[in-house]
């Protein structure tokens, strides 16, 4: 008998692993653990498994460590234990899901994308929180990161960070030109413009271009800033091909045609674009909090001392200062032989104490609202720490099991248009077309 597409645990390459098959046929396996004492932290030794990638330290480092022990000082009779997750988000995905649908009780609790929770979900690759948390615990954070980690009225992953986009240029060559930061997406292209006909950039703009889940935020964020989305805010319609999308995608093709960005975008990630900023070869630079400091220190980064940041801009006409959100969080593993341990961690992780350490240490946001607004984040040494509390959030369309390939059908037909490979129209056709198959569960 064929498996139906809510039987079936899709990864971004479009693989599939039969969910009933991994954890048990029948409604018993369904309904989940026993939960009567979840809330319970064991009186003895216990150990769990925490699944997670680095957490950068301002200073370079890796607090994952630091978080480690401070838990312990409070916790001492729960030993935690590292596994470190693979550098690539889809990767990592696609390893836990694997373990998790096979119904391993470690890792007890894993880090992973706030882009998850309705896959997860719905495949019972996560466990709801709502039923373990007191009445109005989610309102000490982010309204919209709060939405984002909802499917079907629960909430399934504690926030550990946020993350956001911000611009970032060489304030040397603004200067030497009498040029100012750009109020407009279009005054940037006509800056960058002026600055490489005198020969002082090889790039105007670059930004992160590459057939993968950056571009797909890069995407989000603009087609926000047109005043359009990808999909509806209930993740059933495509709205992605309106008229948004065709400016959107029609501004970034300009970028290119124009010499502003280079073509190369089409194969650029995070770090590449960085690597172009960072050795004086772009005017400016889209990229994450992480980049500043990078790009601000002398032992990384050719321009040091001659950089700024500020929020995105926007179109001619429309408003700026948003940002794709972006962060990521804990998750517990419903199969856990010790709920309690591990849900004693990632509230611990998620709440003042260990908020406050990162919003001391940490190169990315605090997203509990009383750390986030806090003296230690407004005293950091990255300016964009304090634009941050005032970036409009913009959210990808995450709120569908099936984002795997929604993503995928934003990020394919895009990088083709940067390519040159097909027109902005084209390529909205096939996304729409791309996008309705991925909402019907069906591979790409």
Not at 43 to 60: E, Y
Not at 123 to 144: F, I, T, V
Not at 169 to 180: A, I, P
Not at 322 to 335: A, I, K, M, T
């Amino acid at each position: 008998m064929p498996l139906s597409r809510r039987s079936l645990l899709r990864t971004t390459a479009g693989a599939a692993v039969p969910l009933a098959a991994a954890t048990g046929c029948g409604r018993a396996a369904a309904r989940g653990p026993d939960l009567s004492h979840a809330t319970d932290v064991p009186r003895g030794p216990v150990t769990i498994r925490w699944w997670a990638g680095r957490v950068a330290a301002r200073d370079g480092s890796d607090l994952r460590p630091v978080l480690i022990s401070a838990f312990r000082r409070k916790y001492r009779n729960i030993t935690v234990r590292l596994i470190a997750s693979p550098p690539t988000t889809d990767v990592a995905r696609a390893a836990l899901t694997t373990q998790v649908a096979s119904g391993s009780p470690s890792p007890d609790v894993y880090m992973g994308d706030l882009a998850w929770p309705a896959q997860f979900a719905e495949n019972s690759l996560a466990l709801a929180l709502d039923p373990l948390l007191p009445k109005g615990y989610w309102q000490r954070y982010p309204e919209e990161l709060v939405r984002a980690l909802t499917y079907q009225g629960q909430v399934y992953a504690f926030p550990l960070y946020l993350d956001e986009a911000f611009l970032y240029y060489r304030t040397d060559l603004l200067h030497k030109h009498g040029l100012r930061p750009p109020g407009s997406w279009e005054e940037l292209a006509t800056t960058a413009t002026k600055i490489q006909r005198a020969g002082d950039a090889d790039f105007g703009f670059v930004w992160q271009g590459t057939v993968y889940e950056g571009l797909t935020a890069n995407v989000a964020e603009l087609v926000a800033d047109a005043g359009g989305s990808i999909l509806s805010p209930d993740a059933r319609k495509v709205t992605f091909d309106g008229p948004a999308g065709v400016r959107a995608l029609s501004y970034l093709r300009e970028l290119i045609t124009r010499g502003v960005t280079p073509s190369s975008v089409t194969t650029f990630v995070e770090q590449d674009s960085l690597d172009a900023f960072t050795s004086g070869r772009s005017v400016f630079l889209r990229n994450w909090l992480y980049a500043w400091g990078v790009a601000d220190n002398p032992a990384s980064s050719q321009v040091a001392g001659k950089i700024g940041v500020m929020r995105r801009p926007g179109f001619e006409g429309g408003t700026g200062g948003r940002s794709c959100l972006g962060g990521w969080c804990n998750y517990l593993n419903p199969h856990s032989r010790n709920l309690g341990a591990a849900l004693a961690f990632a509230r611990f992780l998620a709440e003042e104490e260990g908020q406050s350490i990162l919003a001391r240490e940490a190169a990315v946001l605090p997203p509990l609202l009383s750390q986030l607004h806090g003296k230690a984040v407004a005293r950091s040494a990255n300016p964009a720490f304090a634009l941050a509390r005032d970036v409009r959030l913009v959210a990808r369309p995450t709120r569908t099991p099936e984002y795997p390939m929604v993503s995928k059908a934003v990020f394919t037909p895009v990088n083709e248009v940067l390519s040159g490979g097909t027109s902005v129209r084209q390529a909205l056709a096939r996304a729409r077309g791309d996008l309705r198959a991925a909402l019907r569960g069906e591979a790409l």
